[in-house]
């Protein structure tokens, strides 16, 4: 695994990109008035909000952009599952896990990782932190979609994960915006090497 993924804990597998050039994502990290890291990065995306809304919340919309597999309980303590492995299956205990922390209706949503991968640094500090999605309206067609990871705190292994989560959340949003600017993956081209 080389970098997260919004819709896999904000954890994936670096893909083949190909299509037009990426708008930059906006950096806005901070300090909390505690101490504490927030790394907050942002992207505009040319889509209705019920648009962005469906890409984050069901099963179809984040294979749309995110993973080939993914099972999404969009409720109260539901967990979101996903994985990269097209022949993969729900349940497999490798699979990434999030579980719905709260939202407010087609504006935020807060998950917090439950399970991560092999592999993933410091997996024992992950229950420290949570990450927030926000929509905001700019325009008739375009939404800022603004994700928050909250709770770094000081200390080698948060830094290893505050860097692991900066590149591939920014990498995430990227492929958010990519699904509106040239529609759905397809998958079996894209894992194949052909596609984006």
Same mark, same amino acid.
């Given at each position: 695994?080389?970098?997260?993924?919004?819709?896999?804990?904000?954890?994936?597998?670096?893909?083949?990109?190909?299509?037009?050039?990426?708008?930059?994502?906006?950096?806005?990290?901070? #300090?909390?008035?505690?101490?504490?890291?927030?790394?907050?990065?942002?992207?505009?995306?040319?889509?209705?909000?019920?648009?962005?809304?469906?890409?984050?919340?069901?099963?179809?919309?984040?294979?749309?952009?995110?993973?080939?597999?993914?099972?999404?309980?969009?409720?109260?303590?539901?967990?979101?599952?996903?994985?990269?492995?097209?022949?993969?299956?729900?349940?497999?205990?490798? @699979?990434?896990?999030?579980?719905?922390?709260?939202?407010?209706?087609?504006?935020?949503?807060?998950?917090?990782?439950?399970?991560?991968?092999?592999?993933?640094?410091?997996?024992?500090?992950?229950? @420290?932190?949570?990450?927030?999605?926000?929509?905001?309206?700019?325009?008739?067609?375009?939404?800022? #979609?603004?994700?928050?990871?909250?709770?770094?705190?000081?200390?080698?292994?948060?830094?290893?994960?505050?860097?692991?989560?900066?590149?591939?959340?920014?990498?995430?949003?990227?492929?958010?915006?990519?699904?509106?600017?040239?529609?759905?993956?397809?998958?079996?081209?894209?894992?194949?090497?052909?596609?984006?």
């Amino acid at each position: 695994m080389k970098h997260p993924s919004i819709a896999a804990l904000l954890l994936g597998l670096s893909l083949p990109r190909g299509g037009s050039e990426d708008p930059p994502v906006q950096d806005s990290s901070f #300090v909390a008035p505690d101490g504490s890291r927030v790394l907050q990065q942002s992207i505009v995306v040319k889509a209705s909000r019920k648009e962005v809304w469906d890409a984050l919340t069901t099963a179809e919309g984040v294979k749309s952009w995110a993973v080939p597999v993914a099972a999404v309980d969009f409720r109260l303590g539901g967990i979101w599952e996903s994985t990269y492995d097209p022949n993969g299956k729900i349940g497999d205990p490798r @699979n990434i896990q999030n579980r719905y922390l709260s939202y407010l209706p087609m504006r935020m949503i807060s998950i917090q990782p439950v399970q991560a991968p092999p592999g993933f640094p410091h997996p024992e500090l992950l229950p @420290n932190l949570f990450f927030v999605l926000e929509l905001e309206d700019l325009a008739l067609d375009r939404i800022r #979609v603004t994700l928050s990871g909250v709770g770094y705190r000081s200390g080698e292994g948060y830094d290893a994960i505050y860097r692991h989560f900066e590149k591939g959340n920014a990498w995430s949003l990227a492929k958010l915006h990519r699904r509106f600017a040239e529609g759905p993956i397809d998958w079996g081209q894209t894992l194949g090497g052909r596609g984006r």
